[in-house]
């Protein structure tokens, strides 16, 4: 119908002016609308803020620094996601088959920590994370970045590669590369033949078990500063000479356990010797490519070209949690044993007879199994942790991962992990049904 049939043209002429009026105050409540009954798409989410970003060098754009100044504050966030950028690395090249998790809307999770009752947005304005991702199985459902990083950002695991190096262990005794992790040491590196370390089996070092005396505190006068002098200088040293220097035992190997980076760097020259392949070659043609990873990695090598073991291993967040879901799945791939599945319940299990390894015993609450951290309680469940607030946490039953970078401004805190250990209890009550 023609609106002249409804009108003549004068009084038209306001109604016109009506419906044009109307039309303009409809049009943005109406988009408005559309908005709120919208979700936002399922995907990353990215910010270029976080707590106390004043002091981690927001201003300066989070700047990289250098050997001589990683460690400052105002450096941290940078070095933190382009470690290799300072130091010598293996690069890992991606997979020659992306594999690529699903995504669903973001939950809502809300945590107790104390006596306050929080959200996971709280737990991001708290924490100086700079990337937080929780999947189910092949399910991505919530991926936030803080201090500008991105998805395309190398986070640096610290201690969080102790766990890929007894993985690459499995493989290397299932190949009969290595015989028996019953062992001795200097059965594969002959340089430490006459030392406490030669002298000590694999099994030892993967339990942390040996008895040789190495102290941790991250006081900078400590060993574990001295070893990591003697690697990241720079200079081509013997490695096995480099740790050959901590000779003095304590306790007879396989009854205590204590914390010491270097049983993990004798590890690395033990899978180097007894495959004949780089450490990082190793994990790429095991692991890396068949998991399906997007991204490059890397891992740094010290003066000699060998892996430094211990730490330093590089990768995008979404890769660190095609990580978890191979170990969530107890080594299995979409169908492939990339692990052995007996190797990942062993090093995820205490036996009877180490009962200086179990939670609650080893330390106030973790465990320890092969170069990884136990949860107490019946379910099997574990961790992947590093200095400053690194974490993988691994529920098999669930399949549920939570991987975790940030930048603490101390290596280790008193109770540093007991929030997002109070989070992820959330998460595992609220979306692991």
């Known amino acids: 119908m023609h609106w002249g049939a409804l009108c003549r043209p004068r009084s038209c002429r306001g109604l016109f002016l009506a419906i044009l009026l109307a039309s303009a105050l409809w049009a943005p409540l109406a988009r408005a609308q559309d908005v709120r009954s919208s979700p936002r798409e399922p995907g990353p989410v990215f910010s270029e803020s976080g707590p106390d970003a004043e002091l981690y060098g927001a201003a300066a754009g989070y700047p990289l620094g250098t050997r001589g100044t990683a460690t400052p504050l105002d450096k941290l966030v940078g070095v933190y996601s382009h470690f290799d950028e300072i130091y010598p690395s293996r690069p890992i090249a991606r997979a020659t088959a992306p594999w690529q998790f699903k995504r669903a809307p973001e939950p809502s999770i ?7 009752r929080l959200s996971i947005a709280d737990y991001l304005k708290r924490n100086p994370v700079t990337g937080l991702l929780i999947a189910r199985d092949d399910t991505i459902l919530y991926e936030h970045y803080q201090y500008s ?7 640096l695991s610290q201690s969080m590669a102790k766990t890929l190096v007894a993985m690459l262990v499995g493989i290397a005794v299932s190949e009969g590369r290595i015989k028996s992790i019953d062992d001795l040491v200097s059965t594969y590196v002959p340089g430490l033949a006459g030392t406490e370390y030669g002298n000590t089996s694999i099994r030892a070092l993967l339990n942390m078990s040996s008895g040789v005396e190495f102290s941790e505190v991250y006081d900078g006068n400590d060993d574990i500063a001295r070893l ?3 690697l990241f200088g720079g200079e081509a040293k013997d490695p096995a000479a480099v740790v050959a220097q901590f000779n003095t035992r304590t306790a007879p190997p396989g009854t205590r356990w204590h914390y010491a980076s270097v049983e993990t760097e004798i590890l690395g020259l033990v899978l180097r010797a007894a495959t004949g392949t780089p450490v990082a070659d190793y994990l790429h043609d095991r692991i890396w490519d068949a998991i399906g990873t997007e991204a490059d990695a890397s891992w740094a090598i010290d003066g000699s070209g060998q892996e430094i073991a211990f730490c330093c291993f590089n990768a995008t967040l979404r890769d660190y949690a095609r990580l978890g879901r191979l170990l969530a799945h107890d080594g299995a791939w979409e169908g492939r044993q990339l692990i052995p599945r007996q190797w990942l319940l062993d090093a995820t299990t205490v036996r009877p007879s180490d009962g200086h390894l179990a939670p609650r015993v080893a330390t106030p609450y973790f465990g320890y199994g092969y170069q990884v951290w136990l949860l107490p309680g019946e379910q099997r469940r574990f961790a992947l942790l590093g200095i400053r607030g690194q974490v993988i946490l691994v529920d098999p039953a669930s399949k549920l991962v939570m991987v975790h970078t940030a930048v603490r401004q101390k290596p280790s805190e008193p109770g540093a992990l007991r ?5 992820w209890s959330a998460v595992l009550q609220q979306l692991g049904q």
């Not at 809300?110 to 306050?116: L, P, V």
């Not at 990083?149 to 986070?155: A, K, P, S």
């Open 110 to 116: 809300a945590y107790s920590f104390g006596t306050e």
């Open 149 to 155: 990083r991105t998805d395309h950002d190398r986070f």
């Open 228 to 230: 990591g002098r003697a």
């Open 419 to 423: 929030e997002p250990l109070a989070l």
